[in-house]
């Protein structure tokens, strides 16, 4: 079969449309005829299974990582729509608020061997260790925000963050580690602020791990969505944020889409019941379908003005 895509779904804070973009994601990629596995990996407050109108489990994602004995498809619930299947979140919220290195790197290998078209990962919100290696093993990660100031900002933060973590591990040389190291632990006001600035201190200690950063600067482009969009001013934050990452972080946003505020949006998840089954053809409904395909087609919205 076809290599299987895997979307991370993040946010830098919560309340910003996360589960409920995630959800319905899955089921526009499942209505396509693809194999979806949806994995709830928010584990400070799982929800996906009410988003999709389904009881808590007596089966869960906390369940693969202590019993050695199960799988990940051991788990996996049928959702009740065609092609689409759910692994629930934890239930015992506090004991899976923060998996340790062996746990996480056991959900990263059974999400990476699911025989599937789409997995699609719901993160919890912020900027824990295991959240950032989720967004960043994925093959697109998908950052949702709201046009509010402090989801802005917390976009921005995540998106530093995650940077910060994959130059860690790809970085070899013990002098650069040890600089980085040294850079995010130290709140020094002098050290470098993005990580467009790393490149000439980097190049300086090593060419080679210079060289390294500018590659992995280019490989690392995360997608952007705007939610609870109302008029078309906040549909331009998308670009504003775009182009501020690109000139103080260096990083690369693309801008796939925004979900227009809908009464319908707030009627559905009232009734525990995904926006795509109860309103189809909603305006949020059709811009989150929008979305799905800019994802997969790796196209990103254009500023004409």
């Known amino acids: 079969m076809a290599k299987k895509n895997i979307w991370a779904i993040a946010g830098g804070k919560g309340g910003v449309g996360k ?50 004995q199960l799988r990940l498809d051991d788990i996996l619930l049928p959702t009740g729509i065609p092609n689409l299947k759910l692994a629930s979140g934890a239930q015992d919220v506090l004991g899976m608020a923060n998996l340790n290195i062996i746990q996480q790197n056991k959900l990263i290998k059974a999400i990476a061997s699911l025989n599937v078209d789409y997995v699609l990962i719901d993160l919890g919100a912020g900027t824990t260790a295991y959240t950032l290696d989720l967004f960043l093993t994925a093959d697109k990660g998908i950052l949702v925000t709201a046009p509010e100031p402090t989801s802005v900002e917390n976009t921005y933060r ?49 060419v080679q791990a210079g060289e390294t950063l500018k590659y992995e600067l280019s490989r690392f482009q995360p997608k952007l969505v705007l ?58 409904a059709n811009s989150i379908s929008k979305i799905a395909q800019n994802i997969r087609q790796d196209y990103h919205l254009v500023n004409t003005n």
């Open 227 to 284: 939610n609870q969009v109302r008029n078309p001013t906040d549909v331009r934050i998308g670009f504003s944020m775009g182009q501020a990452c690109k000139k103080y972080f260096g990083v690369e946003i693309g801008y796939v889409g925004f979900v227009e505020s809908d009464n319908m949006v707030i009627q559905s998840i009232r009734q525990r019941r995904p926006l795509a089954l109860t309103s189809p053809g909603s305006n949020a």
């Open 19 to 68: 589960s409920f973009l995630c959800s319905n994601l899955s089921i526009d990629l499942a209505q396509r005829g693809n194999s979806v596995v949806l994995i709830d990996a928010d584990f400070g407050g799982p929800n996906l299974h009410t988003f999709l109108g389904i009881s808590s489990s007596i089966i869960s994602v906390s369940d693969f990582i202590k019993n050695s």
């Open 158 to 206: 995540f998106v530093k963050s995650a940077f910060y973590r994959k130059l860690k591990t790809v970085v070899r040389h013990p002098g650069v580690k040890s600089f980085l190291e040294r850079i995010t632990d130290n709140k020094d006001e002098e050290n470098p602020r993005t990580p467009a600035d790393l490149v000439t201190e980097i190049s300086d200690i090593n």
